[in-house]
Nanobody, 119 residues
Framework: PVDLVESGGGSVQSGGSLSLSCEASGYVYRAYCMGWFRQAPGREREKIATIGADLVSNYLSDSVKGRFSISRDSATNIVYLQMNSLKEEDTARYYC????????????WGQGTQVTVAS
């Protein structure tokens, strides 16, 4: 199993930026697809970004495209989510997840980090 630990959450004003990090322990992480999800109170979990083991294949949801970016550093086993032009509706708990088969089946999850965007 791969342990995932998120960090970087916090409170920010609308229009601001935050950078989330997800540190994965375990050598096998390098071959996994990784993703960022978020869930706001009363709402379903939303997949917002994924990145392949090739560091190139990635996905961004329409809700964050143009504002967020995902990247990963294979040397340090860290996946990043850079969030710019934050909006109040980005307020949620953000989770990092791993998919060992790169089929969209994310089976390993971190504990999450809270992001709060104030007007």
């Amino acid at each position: 199993p791969v342990d995932l630990v998120e960090s970087g959450g916090g409170s920010v004003q609308s229009g601001g930026s935050l950078s989330l990090s997800c540190e994965a322990s375990g050598y096998v992480y390098r071959a996994y697809c990784m993703g960022w999800f978020r869930q706001a109170p009363g709402r379903e979990r939303e997949k917002i970004a994924t990145i392949g083991a090739d560091l190139v294949s990635n996905y961004l949801s329409d809700s964050v495209k143009g504002r967020f970016s995902i990247s990963r550093d294979s040397a340090t086993n860290i996946v990043y989510l850079q969030m710019n032009s934050l909006k109040e509706e980005d307020t949620a708990r953000y989770y990092c997840a791993a998919d060992s088969t790169c089929t969209g089946n994310f089976t390993t999850w971190g504990q999450g980090t809270q992001v709060t965007v104030a007007s």
